[in-house]
């Protein structure tokens, strides 16, 4: 049955995981698995441990199609996949009492006993799967998300150093220590002592040692009183805390008693429930000083590797020594430990260096005068979100500043250019044109009625007008016109689509109107005269307009946003798997088997004929050990059904053949001379 057989796989990879617990405490072996950690912090503990135990060089993995799905790689022959646990749910019928929907208790029948019913759950289970290494596989390039080394460079160096001084939770300050000591975390005063004159890399090393210390082991804290709490477990065995921090054991029972001793998560898995002492906080204060020091180096090491910091001169040969007659469950919890610490620095350390990453630039932009001209800045249309994954925040911000700069532009110009109840429309609108593009006016014009639907004052061409621009949701409220009445803005608009229309036909009043007519398709016939027809053909010089991009209809549209809403929930199920949180809707279903479109691949059809193509992105940074897929974008590649033009040579030559055919008057006949 695949049952057992699954059930036997999972049981030999766990015992391989007790066993491999008591191995890796050797020097060499320890550090492999700090290292591991440092690159998938983000996982388990025990498939961090799997993965450092088979191969500890990896840097990326993930499963044999989810390589060629997302990256465009394929897993070399002969490779050997590291088998880790992934989660397996099962469904399973049980028999539970049947709740009042209204009173929320059980339901009683004739006999006065509660009335069951069988139903079925989701539980928790697991099963071994293979994944492989980035360096096992062949094929697309990958972007590079390995964190940035501190090379040397004081920038980085000060930034770091700030980074490390806000996430320390007590003062770090220098002095001179005697001794040769490096530095050490005072227990009374509670602070951190750094020796000064070091060098910068061997500050930070410092600096992240002792604040590890400072978070794992304040040891001038009164000792905690045991305390009890409610664990949910699975049938396999599996347990998480439910509810902590009880001070006595009948608390924590009625607690479970009210939720029925049982606990079904948002995936529909069931747990049981059972109260424990929780003796975690007590144990945390018996750890002797050796074990500290292990944890405290374990984590300052592997933080350092995660930021590439050169640590050679760390040391852990006193590790075997140390675990020699600890059991298997307290090393196992001091791993644990040392994981989930590092975890929350590396994330904190993250998150306010690129706050402080932010600052600096603010900073910048603040001493940077303003130039008064940006007619030369590119609109961008994506997200801040985007641009960071694809380093181009800086492209984002001038866009930005500038929308907020041609706002204010436009709320000047409508408030200068309005006196005895009368906009001078045409005077506002040229002098926002001086300073800004006719795209970017167009952008924010857009932007501003789109936020407006609902206000009557906006007449509706306007605002048919304004939902064919595409605005970027961070741009939907900084980027509004909102100082100016919204009749003055509809005033407003209404002449700058005039001007605009005015300038187009402007720029096609120096070509050949034979054809102007043609491409807009206002040709119907040709008149055939007897003078020389004049090729209406384009000059070379002449530049060719570029094809209009379609434009969706409604139907479209619709199909548009169903099948973005289903690959949104196909992304979220692939990138979190049974946690993802995303579901798409019922409508959208519904819309994609009414219009019989699918999606293939990387294709959207509809009746089998292409319709969207997909844009697939990735993040340009490792979540959780791999690539997270981002948001696509559809690209509509349907082929237009039209019947394409005769050239204007074969119009004209149908035309003439059209034409009554014209005879030669005939000649007079010569009379010939004779003699009578």
């Keep these: ?132 290494d980035v360096s096992q596989t062949d094929g697309k390039e990958i972007p590079n998300i390995v964190v940035d080394e501190l090379t040397g460079s004081v ?21 001179d220590i005697p001794g040769g000591a490096k530095g050490y975390y005072h227990l009374e005063d509670r602070r951190i002592a750094i020796q000064e004159g070091m060098s910068e890399i061997q500050t930070v090393k410092t600096a992240i040692h002792e604040i590890a210390h400072a978070k794992l082991h304040a040891l001038d804290q009164p000792e905690p009183e045991p305390q009890w709490k409610i664990v949910m477990v699975s049938e396999g065995g599996t347990k998480h805390d439910f509810r902590t921090a009880f001070e006595s054991e009948a608390e924590a029972i009625a ?93 904190s350390i993250d998150d306010k260096l690129k706050v402080l990453a932010q600052e600096k630039d603010k900073a910048v932009e603040a001493e940077t005068p303003a130039a008064p001209e940006r007619v030369d800045v590119p609109v961008y249309r994506e997200t801040a979100n985007y641009a960071y994954e694809a380093g181009e925040l800086d492209a984002y911000r001038a866009s930005r500043d500038a929308n907020m700069a041609c706002r204010d ?25 001086e300073q800004f593009s006719p795209e970017r006016v167009q952008y924010v014009l857009a932007g501003t009625i789109q936020q407006m639907d609902h206000d009557g004052r906006i007449h509706q061409s306007l605002k048919d007008w304004a939902k064919e621009v595409e605005i970027c949701p ?21 002449e700058f689509n005039r001007q605009m229309d005015v300038a187009e036909r402007e720029a096609e009043e120096g070509r050949d109107p034979e054809v102007v007519a043609w491409e ?28 209009k991009p379609h434009r969706l209809t409604p139907e479209e549209k619709k199909i548009k946003d169903a099948v973005m809403d289903t690959l949104k929930a196909q992304i979220a199920g692939r990138n979190d798997g049974v946690l993802s949180t995303y579901r798409s809707s019922n409508q959208s279903f519904k819309v994609m088997m009414e219009n019989k479109v699918r999606i293939e691949g990387n294709t959207v059809t509809q009746n089998g004929e292409p319709l969207f193509a997909i844009h697939r992105r990735h993040a340009s940074r490792k979540t959780q050990g791999c690539y997270r897929e981002l948001t696509p974008t559809l690209e509509y590649i349907r082929k237009e059904q039209k019947q394409e033009k005769p050239s204007i040579r074969d119009q004209l030559k149908a035309a003439a053949r059209t034409q009554p055919e014209k005879k030669a008057p005939a000649k007079a006949k010569k009379h010939e001379m004779g003699l009578e």
């Design 409 to 433: 532009a436009i709320e000047a110009a409508i408030s200068n250019n309005y006196s005895n109840n009368r906009l001078a429309s045409e005077s506002a609108v040229e002098s926002v044109l």
């Design 474 to 494: 961070d741009s939907s409220e900084c980027c509004i016109v909102g100082k100016a009445h919204p009749g003055l803005i509809s005033l407003f608009t209404t």
């Design 155 to 175: 920038e980085n160096y000060a930034a770091f150093f700030d980074a490390l001084k806000q996430e320390s939770p007590v003062p770090i300050g220098f002095e």
């Design 255 to 347: 607690a479970a008693e009210d939720a029925e001793w049982r606990f079904v998560d948002e995936n529909q898995f069931e747990w049981r429930l059972e109260v424990e002492e929780d003796t975690s906080a007590v144990q945390a204060v018996k750890k002797d000083r050796h074990t500290k020091e292990v944890e405290a180096e374990a984590v300052a090491y592997t933080v350092c590797q995660r930021y590439g910091i050169e640590t050679s001169d760390y040391s852990f040969g006193y590790i075997a020594g140390w675990s020699t007659d600890k059991e298997t469950k307290e090393l196992k919890g001091s791993l644990e430990t040392i994981r989930k610490t590092a975890a929350e620095m590396i994330e």
């Design 520 to 547: 807009k398709d206002e040709i119907t016939s040709f008149a055939v005269t007897v003078n020389e027809v004049k090729s209406p053909l384009v000059s070379q010089t002449e530049e060719i307009a570029a094809p």
């Design 1 to 132: 049955m695949p049952e057992n057989k699954n059930a036997q796989q999972v049981r030999e990879i766990t015992d391989k995981l007790e066993q491999g617990i008591k191995e890796i405490f050797e020097s060499e072996r320890f550090k492999e698995y700090l290292r591991t950690m440092s690159k998938f912090y983000n996982y388990s503990f025990n498939n961090t441990l799997l993965i450092a135990m088979q191969k500890p060089e990896a840097t990326l993995i993930a499963g044999y199609t989810a390589w060629q799905r997302n990256f465009d790689r394929h897993v070399m022959k002969g490779e050997k996949g590291i088998k880790i646990l992934a989660p397996a749910p099962y469904k399973a019928k049980v028999e539970m009492e049947k709740i009042d929907p209204k009173t929320q208790k059980p339901i009683l029948g004739a006999d006065g006993k509660p009335v069951t019913e069988l139903v079925e759950v989701m539980r928790p289970g697991f099963k071994v799967v293979s994944v492989f």
